[in-house]
């Protein structure tokens, strides 16, 4: 996860399926982000669809001394680590 762009736009694109989650090192809650995903019907998809949109805007919009002082923190949607 050293890589910011690459984070960002992975919130952009894979936050629904807990990518950011497993990049970040919390497997489980990546993990729960999918099951959640298959229990609610996608409702909860669709937050986090969101939430991966607004969270990868403000990390491509961070400086580099910022997105490393938050690196391995930043919450990107339910369930968040």
């Given amino acids: 996860m050293d890589n ?6 992975m919130c952009i694109i894979f936050n629904s399926y807990g990518v950011p989650c497993f990049m970040q090192g919390h ?4 993990i ?5 995903g298959f229990i ?4 909860i998809g669709i937050i ?5 949109i607004i969270l990868g805007v403000q990390v491509l919009k961070m400086s580099d001394e ?3 002082a938050k690196k391995g923190n930043i919450s990107s949607g339910i369930p968040a680590k």
């Avoid at 497997?27 to 990546?30: K, L, Q, T, V």
């Fill in 40 to 43: 609610t019907f996608g409702v």
């Fill in 48 to 52: 986090n669809v969101i939430k991966g």
């Fill in 66 to 68: 910022e997105y490393n």
């Fill in 4 to 9: 910011k762009v690459l984070f960002g736009i």
């Fill in 27 to 30: 497997i489980r809650a990546g």
């Fill in 32 to 36: 729960l982000r999918i099951v959640f």
